[in-house]
């Protein structure tokens, strides 16, 4: 376990006077959860720290706020750290771009090894092999110092957890499971409260909606492939938010002989948001590339200016490419 570029990143972080997060927009579990962690953690330090946000943070994740965010983009001049977590380009953090740019130093922690970097920071670390941006927070904070207590071990193993399904997505790993370990020997912290406030609180309307997007789902390649959509019609007439569909993709993932699963999400009539998961053997990365997205292997996204319909095709089409290919290679 290679420590240096943590304590590189710590050294700096704990001679900043005042250090400003920024996840990336349309925040998860793993986004919130590791800048939350964190940013209690150099608060521990003494460091004046914040999260910088400027959307509503999902009702499933509202616990993980902590009292560290603002929509204040002033809180960051030419004195702060700014440091991005789980994304490492400017054009994921949506309107919050020119306030991490103002910033004197600029830092970042991701675990998404598809996508272009840019190249503002003055210190960048990206493992792509990691499960979690959260292990990377964690890895930090022990490096800086930082004794873990209730909260932060909270907020790690929210990250963890969402990121890998409860740990079982294709992601996880042996270090994954030897920080949740740790992780489950800080005094108070209790994992069942944390699934609970994670996955125990649907709304009536996002469980309506879920149903809607499975009943409506369609089957390519013999069964291998499904997709759906989450039209804004579906979402006027159950009352649901955009925000609450982030497990549906799972959801249709686990379908008995299903390989790859894909969610169309419409948030306007010429913006589409993807996301597409594969079990085994297919490179979902790649055909979100092609889209100018990215992600991992197995659990990939990519939005697309267009209408839903020309989506569904570009997409659909590129995916039953990418799965014979794919699929062809595994089976020689």
């Known amino acids: 376990m290679n420590m240096e570029p943590f304590e ?174 740790e992780i489950h020997q800080v005094p108070g912290f209790d994992s069942k409260k944390i699934s609970s406030l994670l996955y125990e609180r649907n709304s009536f309307p996002a469980m309506k909606l879920s149903a809607m997007v499975v009943e409506n789902a369609r089957f390519e390649c013999d069964g291998k492939m499904v997709y759906s959509c989450v039209t804004m019609k579906m979402l006027e007439e159950t009352g649901a938010l955009m925000n609450e569909t982030d497990g549906i993709v799972q959801r249709l993932m686990s379908i008995k002989g299903v390989e790859t699963a894909i969610i169309f999400k419409e948030h306007s009539e010429n913006f589409v948001k993807v996301s597409m998961r594969a079990k085994s053997c297919v490179n979902v990365a790649e055909v979100a590339k092609k889209m100018g997205g990215g992600g991992h292997i197995r659990a990939a996204g990519c939005s697309i200016k267009d209408g839903l319909e020309k989506a569904v095709q570009a997409v659909t089409s590129a995916m039953k490419e990418q799965m014979k290919t794919d699929m062809e290679e595994s089976q020689r």
């Open 8 to 181: 590189i990143l710590g050294k700096i972080l704990n001679e900043s006077k005042r250090v400003v997060i920024f996840p990336h927009e349309n925040v998860d579990g793993d986004a919130m959860g590791t800048a939350s962690a964190l940013c209690l953690g150099f608060r521990q330090q003494g460091i004046e720290s914040f999260i910088c946000i400027d959307e509503a943070i999902p009702a499933n994740l509202d616990f993980l706020e902590s009292g560290c965010c603002t929509s204040d983009q002033e809180v960051v001049d030419s004195h702060t750290t700014a440091l991005m977590v789980d994304c490492s380009s400017v054009s994921r953090i949506g309107n919050r771009k020119a306030a991490f740019l103002r910033a004197g130093t600029k830092l970042c922690i991701d675990h998404h090894g598809t996508r272009e970097h840019d190249t503002e920071f003055d210190f960048l670390h990206v493992e792509a092999n990691s499960a979690a941006c959260a292990e990377l927070a964690f890895l930090l904070l022990k490096a800086m110092g930082i004794t873990l207590n209730q909260q932060i071990a909270e907020r790690i193993f929210a990250g963890l957890t969402t990121d890998t399904g409860n740990f079982q997505y294709s992601n996880t790993t042996a270090r994954s499971h030897r920080i949740a370990a």
